[in-house]
C-alpha cells in the first residue's frame, strides 16, 4: 500500500519543521494490518509537552510489546485483538481499530484501558496532525506556554478549531493537553 497524500503532506510538515522522518523501504511484516502499511517513515513529533513517536510500518510488532503482549509474546489481559499501537505519545497509544479503521489513543497507567476516538481514519489522523503541526509549530514557533508553562489558550484554541474543522467538537478535545 503506497501512503496516502495526508500522510505525505505529514512527512513533509516534519522535514519542514526540522522533525525526524526517516525512511524505511522495509516491507510491512505479515502480521501488520494493511491499513498501517502506508506508514513508510519512522517520524517523531514534538507534542505538547513529550514527543509523539510513530514507527515506519516494519517496527510496528515491536510497539505492540507493553500493551497487547509482553517481551516474551504472550498475550495481556485488558487488550481488545481489534486494537493495534501504531504511535505513542509518553507511553499513551494511538491505536488502529482494526475491525473498523478508526484511531483511538487512552491514557496508561489507570490500571485498564479507555479507549476514546480520535479519528474515523489513519488518513484523517495524519491530515489532523498536520494541522496541530502547522498551528503549533507553524503559527506559534512552538512558542506555546506562559511564564508558569502552561499551554495559553490562544494556542489551544487555535488546535482545537482547525481539528475540530476535520473530526468534530467531541473527537478534537481529544487532541488538546489534559
Known amino acids: 500500500m503506497t ?3 495526508h500522510y505525505l ?3 513533509e510538515s516534519c522535514r519542514r519543521h526540522g522533525f525526524e522522518a526517516v525512511f524505511d523501504p522495509t516491507p510491512p511484516p505479515a502480521e501488520v ?3 498501517l502499511w ?3 517513515h519512522g517520524l517523531r513529533i514534538p507534542w505538547w509537552v513529550e514527543d509523539l513517536e510513530c514507527p515506519p510500518c516494519a517496527r510496528l510488532p515491536e510497539l505492540q510489546i507493553g500493551y497487547s503482549r509482553t517481551i516474551e509474546g504472550a498475550p495481556l489481559s485488558g487488550w481488545s485483538d481489534h486494537h493495534y499501537v501504531f504511535a505513542s505519545i509518553s507511553g499513551d ?3 488502529l ?3 473498523d479503521g478508526r484511531v ?3 491514557p496508561h497507567g489507570i490500571g485498564y484501558w479507555r479507549m476514546v476516538e480520535i479519528a474515523s481514519s489513519v488518513d484523517e489522523w ?3 496532525l498536520v494541522e496541530w503541526i502547522d498551528v503549533v509549530h507553524g503559527h506559534f514557533s512552538g512558542d506555546i506556554d506562559d511564564s508558569t508553562y502552561a499551554i495559553r489558550d490562544e494556542v489551544t484554541d487555535m488546535v482545537f478549531a482547525r481539528i475540530a474543522a476535520i473530526v468534530g467538537e467531541e473527537r478534537a478535545r481529544s487532541w488538546l493537553p489534559d
Do not use: F, H, Q
Open 9 to 11: 503532506r505529514l512527512v
Open 104 to 106: 483511538l489513543t487512552a
Open 97 to 99: 481499530s482494526t475491525d
Open 93 to 95: 497509544p494511538i491505536v
Open 126 to 128: 495524519a491530515r489532523c
Open 3 to 5: 501512503p496516502t497524500p
Open 38 to 40: 502506508g506508514l513508510s
Open 33 to 35: 494490518p494493511s491499513a
